[in-house]
């Protein structure tokens, strides 16, 4: 009987088991994410080839 009740205990302060809200985590991770990967994008666009101004060809 014991066992029970510790399970039961142990049980309703685990609670039901699914994640309420959240969404703020999901957004910011996108943002993060879109963030990054215009960087990136930024920083090869920046350093393509073929735009060379600091070369002086005398």
């Excluded at 399970?7 to 999901?26: C, D, N, P």
């Excluded at 930024?42 to 600091?54: I, V």
Aim: charged share 10%.
């Amino acid at each position: 009987m014991s066992t029970a009740l510790h399970m039961s205990t142990l049980l309703a302060q685990v609670g039901a088991g699914r994640i309420q809200g959240g969404w703020e985590y999901i957004w910011a991770a996108y943002g993060i994410a879109w963030a990054s990967l215009s960087l990136y994008a930024l920083s090869l666009w920046l350093r393509r080839p073929g735009q060379t101004t600091n070369d002086s060809k005398e």
